[in-house]
């Protein structure tokens, strides 16, 4: 394969990636989520670093989920927002945790708009 046909199809699937899906989680309604990217692995990689002092109070995958995590435009949150959700995430029921996981890995409980109510 060129080079130039490469470059082109990694790029288009990097859009692709960004696009958002809508997931119904548990107790919280309709979420919108991007798919995981290297770079989000990445993030994961480097909270799972974190103080145990920062660990034993947030956890680890509150503040990595919350990645994952999106608007309806596929935006993510910003820094000060992931902050105040990561915590918050960390309290939610495991399915909460797997709805938005299995979203971002394909696997999606996906909500037709007329169900959502949009």
Request: hydrophobic share 40%.
């Amino acid at each position: 394969m060129k080079i130039e046909d490469l470059v082109a199809r990694l790029e288009s699937n990097a859009v692709a990636a960004s696009t958002p899906v809508q997931v119904d989680v548990p107790g919280l309604g309709v979420l919108y989520v991007r798919k995981r990217t290297v770079k989000e692995f990445e993030a994961m990689a480097s909270i799972s670093g974190a103080s145990s002092d920062e660990k034993n109070e947030i956890g680890v995958f509150g503040p990595s989920i919350v990645r994952l995590l999106c608007n309806e435009d596929g935006t993510r949150f910003t820094a000060s927002e992931e902050k105040l959700l990561g915590p918050l995430l960390s309290k939610q029921p495991e399915d909460v945790f797997h709805a938005i996981v299995e979203a971002s890995d394909g696997n999606s409980r996906k909500v037709e708009a007329t169900e959502s109510g949009n």
